[in-house]
């Protein structure tokens, strides 16, 4: 930065040499030496600055200015329904929770891919759902009187989602 500013002031100094040789023995007119003579200072002056700008640029990264800009990525953020699905899943687990969420999913996609309605042709549905998701979702099965019963096994949860793939 000072060898830059050095420059400049040396090259101001021969600049200014040059206007007083050409006022004191040339014959061109004053003003547009003057005039020639505030270009050259400002190109000087703007070299300094580009330089400084430059130098700046390599020992800092990025500014606070560039990394407020600069856009954040979502990294780790999960979608918002998966997540509300995975708390549901894992609480209902043990206990008949887990029916609602099976029925809900299962009357979707049956009425999305086979145009069926599970509380309207229950008969239907049966054809086409698996056994264990039919066994969750069929109407006719009564209600739970234990709301917090023993917990659904892992391998039937599997054999549920998997059926509920192939629907």
């Given amino acids: ?22 006022l004191v023995v040339g014959g061109a007119p004053a003003d547009r030496l003057l005039r020639a003579y505030v270009l050259m200072l400002g190109a000087l002056t ?13 020992t800092q990264s990025r500014s606070a200015f560039e990394r407020a800009l600069r856009r954040r990525r979502p990294g780790g953020q999960r979608v918002e329904a998966l997540e509300r699905m995975e708390r549901e ?11 609602p969420l099976v029925t809900r999913i299962a009357s979707d996609r049956l009425l999305d891919s086979h145009g069926i309605d599970l509380e309207r042709s229950p008969e239907r549905a049966r054809a086409v759902l ?5 066994e969750l ?18 391998s039937a949860v599997a054999a549920v989602v998997e059926g509920l793939e192939r629907v």
């Fill in 137 to 154: 979702v069929r109407p006719d099965r009564e209600a739970p009187t234990n709301v917090s019963g023993a917990a659904v096994p892992l």
């Fill in 130 to 134: 698996d056994p264990a998701v039919w």
């Fill in 89 to 99: 899943v894992s609480l209902s687990l043990g206990s008949e929770l887990f029916r």
């Fill in 46 to 58: 703007l070299a300094v600055l580009v330089r400084s700008a430059r130098a700046s640029r390599t």
């Fill in 1 to 22: 930065m000072r060898a830059a500013i050095v420059r400049a002031v040396v090259g101001g100094a021969f600049a200014t040499a040059l206007l007083v040789l050409a």
